[in-house]
């Protein structure tokens, strides 16, 4: 079958909804975009424990820090489905992990930003898991097989995440007025940087009509960082903390609110590298790496031994 027939075919199945499994013809493009972004995805999971973990030593209580825990450890769950995930198109565990420790590959924008107080674990928990949750439910029905079945597992988690994290919020805004004031400030800090995981205004962003040709993605970035935005303002309004957007404002006639215009400067700032924390990040990563090598060892030298043994069993 000549090229522009199989292509033809793939994108009838895409608009059948029938799912793209790994065997399955798929156009270069098709298979390069989505290592591209199932990688970043991968790789923000991992990341994105080096912000709480910060925290894990020093949570106020017991049960914090218990839910604190399964929660980083959860988000390595979820590098590890996604990286599998990855693998089935035809790349390596391996060389995706050093395009990261390398930086020359991407991670959300949001994990390069400090954990300066106890309530930016809470604001973690409900603006970024909650954010994440937006962006990743509509993924539990992207055209990719492996891909959309790694999502519905990993936002059953994600559900907790944002629970213990508005939680968190809830019980400092119910405290002294210095947790109250300490709630709002990491609001007035993490509000915009979640807006940004959300990626470029539709206008700018390079990816997205394709993608949602591929129904790799089922809502643009701007769709789904409004839905965001409208579902967020009244949890804020209920713990009785101010959204730091003087612009924000609820319009009757669309039903969704309006909101002021995002610092995509600081934005792009990040995403090339020269945010508060990428540094440290990428440092804490390599460490890790390096500090892991003989686990990694050890598990190469059974697997290779067990090889050995079920040779010797079977000759
Ligand atoms: N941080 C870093 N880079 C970003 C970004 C962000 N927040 N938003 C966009 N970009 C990059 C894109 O990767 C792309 O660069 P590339 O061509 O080198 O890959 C460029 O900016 C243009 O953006 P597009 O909108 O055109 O790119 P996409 O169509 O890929 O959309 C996305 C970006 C919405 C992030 C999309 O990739 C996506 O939905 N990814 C899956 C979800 C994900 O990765 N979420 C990250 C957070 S995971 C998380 O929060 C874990 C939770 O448990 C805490």
Not at 109 to 134: C, E, H, K, R
Request: proline share 4%; glycine share 6%; aromatic share 10%.
């Amino acid at each position: 079958m000549k090229n522009i027939d199989l292509e033809k075919r793939f994108q009838e199945k895409i608009d059948q909804e029938i799912r793209i499994e790994p065997r399955d013809w798929m156009p270069e493009k098709y298979r390069k975009t989505l290592i591209r972004q199932i990688s970043q995805h991968a790789h923000s999971e991992v990341v994105g424990m080096l912000p709480e973990g910060n925290w894990i030593t020093r949570a106020p209580s017991l049960r914090r820090k218990v839910a604190l825990l399964a929660k980083v450890q959860d988000e390595a769950g979820h590098g590890l489905y996604l990286y599998s995930a990855c693998e089935t198109l035809g790349v390596k565990r391996e060389d995706l992990v050093n395009d990261l420790l390398a930086g020359k590959a991407k991670y959300s924008s949001i994990f390069n930003y400090p954990t300066l107080t106890w309530a930016d674990i809470g604001a973690i928990g409900w603006l970024v898991d909650g954010a994440a949750i937006m962006n990743q439910v509509p993924l539990c029905r992207t055209s990719y097989g492996p891909y959309a079945r790694a999502m519905v597992r990993i936002c059953k988690e994600e559900s907790f995440h944002q629970r213990q994290g508005y939680e968190i919020l809830l019980t400092l805004v119910r405290g002294s007025a210095e947790q109250k004031e300490m709630a709002q400030d990491a609001l007035n800090r993490w509000w915009w940087p979640s807006l940004m995981m959300f990626g470029p205004s539709d206008k700018d962003s390079v990816h997205t009509a394709e993608s949602m040709k591929w129904k790799i993605k089922r809502f643009s970035n701007d769709e789904l960082r409004q839905k965001f935005i409208d579902m967020t303002v009244p949890q804020a309004e209920f713990l009785g903390l101010t959204v730091p957007d003087p612009d924000l404002k609820f319009n009757e006639e669309t039903g969704h609110y309006d909101f002021g215009e995002i610092d995509w400067a600081e934005f792009w700032q990040v995403v090339k590298g020269y945010g508060q924390c990428n540094e440290e990040r990428l440092e804490a990563r390599n460490k890790a790496h390096d500090n892991g090598a003989w686990v990694r060892e050890a598990a190469d030298a059974y697997a290779r031994k067990q090889e050995k043994r079920e040779r010797q069993m079977s000759a």
